[in-house]
């Protein structure tokens, strides 16, 4: 199903795929395709692991921020209040102003 996608996304049709089979197999010979195609798997699997492995790190990351904001967004403590005086304007008026 994979190289059906693979194919598919190229635009490659049964007759292109069978040629580039062909051409391997006259380049690298019968004896060396297997090796090659089974050097191909092992890297393509590490690059996947390794891609996983960033995916997880990332997540991981994702979540402990979440944790951190929950504890920093905890609900404020409560003030105590005071009683205070209400404030007095002081103003001179005009007379106290031209004396």
């Known amino acids: 199903m994979t190289i059906s996608i693979i194919f598919s ?20 010979g019968g004896k060396k395709l297997p090796e090659l195609a089974r050097g191909l798997g092992k890297g393509i699997r590490e690059f996947k692991d390794a891609s996983d492995g960033v995916k ?23 003030l105590e209040t005071t009683e205070t005086a209400p404030l007095i304007n002081e103003t001179k008026t005009d007379s106290e102003v031209k004396s």
Do not use: K, W, Y
């Open 9 to 28: 996304f190229l635009n490659l049709g049964t007759p292109e795929v069978m040629l580039i089979v062909f051409v391997a197999l006259l380049l690298f």
């Open 56 to 78: 997880r790190e990332i997540h991981r990351n994702i979540n402990s921020v979440d944790d951190n904001m929950d504890v920093a967004v905890s609900p404020p403590a409560q």
